[in-house]
């Protein structure tokens, strides 16, 4: 069964900086399909980004980009200016058949 | 407005009662699915569905029931079996269950027994 793994259940930055969060997975399937969740206080879940395993650029939306590192199955997301608005749980999930969450990352925005 | 909705937000039940959480959606999707939220777990799939009349089970199905009488409903109940039922539920669903598609998530209902 496919695992994934985010290994910093918390973060922090400064309002205006870059943070990247990492995402590791584990699969023996060549094709899937990679995506980063957030989760603010309001607990709605939307998704940040999405990534398909069999194209090698890697995703962008507006301030949210991702390294993709398919031999490594490295999956991180990098989030540039950061806001205010951005403090939530993360989630990187993993889509092959079902979909697979982490644990999650909890992202603190500071002013 | 397309998307989902579950209710009630918060709900409240005693011990040994069985409670059932609404998820209604008019995205027209296929596939629906509950998830089980707690501190520092993510999420775990409970039940899934990838078409009307039928659903699988997914990693936490013990204790819990769903029923798929129409597209755009998947209830969930969760039973008096269910060991330790309180917890924050989240409904989703995709245009397919194939992994490849996007889930859109509900607002999510939190549930205390007592």
């Known amino acids: 069964a496919q695992t994934v793994t985010q290994s910093q259940p918390e973060m922090s930055v400064q309002e205006a900086e870059t943070v990247t969060l990492s995402c590791t997975y584990d699969?023996?399937?060549?094709?899937?399909?990679l995506f980063w969740y957030k989760q603010p206080p309001s607990r709605q879940m939307i998704l940040v980004i999405r990534q398909e395993a069999y194209k090698q650029q890697n995703a962008t939306e507006n301030r949210f980009s991702v390294n993709f590192q398919k031999a490594a199955k490295s999956f991180s997301l990098k989030i540039s200016d950061s806001q205010l608005g951005d403090t939530a749980m993360y989630f990187c999930a993993f889509g092959n058949n079902d979909m697979r969450f982490g644990a999650g990352t909890r992202l603190t925005v500071k002013p | 407005d397309g998307g989902i909705t579950q209710s009630p937000k918060y709900l409240f039940r005693k011990e040994g009662q069985n409670v059932t959480l609404s998820c209604e959606q008019n995205l027209n999707h296929d596939a629906m699915y509950w998830y089980r939220q707690d501190p520092g777990q993510g999420l775990r799939l409970i039940y899934y569905?990838?078409?009307?009349?039928?659903?699988q089970k997914g990693d936490i199905a013990e204790g819990y029931s769903v029923s798929r009488e129409k597209k755009e409903s998947f209830p969930l109940t969760v039973t008096s079996a269910q060991k330790n039922p309180t917890a924050f539920y989240l409904c989703?669903?995709?245009?397919?269950?194939?992994?490849?598609?996007?889930?859109?998530f509900g607002p999510g209902t939190r549930l205390t027994v007592t």
């Open positions: 989703a669903s995709s245009y397919a269950g194939t992994g490849e598609y996007e889930q859109y």
């Open positions: 699969t023996s399937e060549s094709n899937y399909y």
């Open positions: 569905s990838q078409i009307v009349n039928d659903f």
